[in-house]
């Protein structure tokens, strides 16, 4: 199953670290590299706190790191399976992102929306598929 987070904030990055630390190989989507160097920096720094603690080994740690691809291209997404957006809590940018990616990603794809608020039934009527369009909430910090 190929999995998208849109997003590499707060929550975006912890969905991403999660999904990984469980196995799933997993793409972040950002706007920049800068921001996704940014994010990647902090996954890094907070698993290997897990590794001095005696939480996890220094080789579980690669394998999470190495399960995420990170992009900041729509066009890399158009095979996934299921996209979890996770960008800022705005209505209008959150619909305005649904409608780029409703034309670019296959249409069996599922879609989550991680609002904390907004209505899960407006932001999936601005899409092609509103009964593929759900809510998943992850609260943060997500991997804890
Ligand atoms: N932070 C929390 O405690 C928490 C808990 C549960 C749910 N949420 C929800 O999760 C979502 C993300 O929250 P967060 O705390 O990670 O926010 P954040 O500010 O840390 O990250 C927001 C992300 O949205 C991206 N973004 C903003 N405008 C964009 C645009 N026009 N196009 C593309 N990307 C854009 C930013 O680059 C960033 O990656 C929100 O819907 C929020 O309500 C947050």
Avoid: C
């Amino acid at each position: 199953m190929k999995i998208v987070v849109l997003g590499n904030g707060t929550m975006g990055a912890g969905i991403v670290q999660t999904m990984a630390q469980k196995g799933l190989a997993v793409t972040m989507k950002g706007r920049s590299n800068e921001s996704l160097d940014r994010a990647m920096q902090r996954m890094n720094k907070g698993l290997t706190r897990l590794v001095e603690k005696g939480k996890m080994t220094a080789e579980d740690a690669d394998q999470i790191i190495g399960r995420i691809t990170v992009t900041t291209d729509y066009a890399d997404i158009a095979q996934a399976d299921l996209v979890i957006e996770a960008i800022s809590e705005e209505m209008e940018i959150k619909k305005e992102i649904l409608r780029e990616i409703d034309g670019l990603v296959q249409p069996s794809a599922i879609f989550a929306t991680n609002t904390s608020s907004l209505s899960i039934t407006e932001l999936a009527s601005v899409t092609k598929r509103p009964e593929q369009v759900i809510g998943m909430h992850f609260f943060n910090p997500v991997p804890v």
